[in-house]
């Protein structure tokens, strides 16, 4: 069975502190992951998107990283800020699109 | 550019009563989801289209959950009659190509089922 796992449920930092977000999947024969983030009340927002092929990508702030033989990508916030402050997804597309999706990081960084 | 599209943004239904949600996809996008997403987990692929034939539905509740997409454009879910555990966002998102491309997505109809 395809499963996606996200560590912690939930997460609370102080302003500027830097934070990584886990997630560990079960297939290894991935053709992407991508991290979305959920503001309350609306839809998913890509934030990065990892090919199979590619160890890391880097985007302002957000660093995320895949290791396919462990199973396992993290999503790095340098310097948080209260506009991060949403749920945080990640997902591996298993071919032609296919997401699971994990159940989230609910993150709050207080000012 | 224009987004993904979505109508209406909250439902409150009784059981057993249908519903339908409409999408409109961003101009070019051959591939549209739709997805439900309960609380408090991530969103399920109920079914996916290429243009207008149906790539994948296994998630999708056939006997009471249906959708098409006409002229590969906009598309409609629908469900009928409704049960208390179809309370759920439901998500509609489309992407350019199918394989490699990431998914745009609305933002959301949230149905409740009394």
């Known amino acids: 069975k395809q499963e996606v796992t996200q560590i912690p449920a939930a997460l609370s930092v102080p302003e500027g502190e830097n934070l990584v977000l886990n997630c560990s999947f079960t297939?290894?024969?991935?053709?992407?992951l991508q991290w979305f983030r959920q503001d309350p009340g609306k839809g998913l927002t890509s934030l990065l998107l990892i090919q199979s092929s590619q160890r890391e990508q880097t985007s302002g702030r957000l660093n995320a990283s895949l290791d396919k033989s462990s199973g396992r990508s993290t999503l790095y916030i340098a310097a948080s800020q209260p506009g991060d402050s949403a749920t945080y997804l990640c997902a591996m597309n298993t071919g032609f699109q296919k997401l699971v999706f994990g159940t989230g990081t609910r993150l709050l960084v207080s000012p | 550019e224009a987004g993904v599209a979505q109508s209406p943004r909250y439902k409150i239904i009784e059981k057993r009563q249908s519903v339908a949600f409409w999408c409109n996809p961003i101009?070019?996008?051959?591939?549209l989801y739709w997805y439900q997403q309960i609380l408090g987990q991530g969103p399920k692929l109920l079914i996916q289209?290429?243009?207008?034939?149906?790539?994948?539905d296994s998630q999708l509740p056939k006997d009471r959950f249906s959708a098409e997409r006409l002229k590969g454009v906009d598309s409609t879910l629908k469900i009928q009659p409704a049960k208390l555990e179809d309370s759920a966002v439901y998500l509609c998102?489309?992407?350019?190509?199918?394989?490699?491309?990431?998914?745009?997505f609305g933002p959301g109809t949230r149905l409740t089922v009394l």
């Open positions: 289209f290429q243009n207008n034939g149906v790539v994948d």
């Open positions: 297939d290894s024969a991935i053709y992407n």
């Open positions: 998102a489309s992407s350019f190509e199918q394989i490699t491309d990431t998914q745009y």
């Open positions: 101009s070019g996008h051959a591939t």
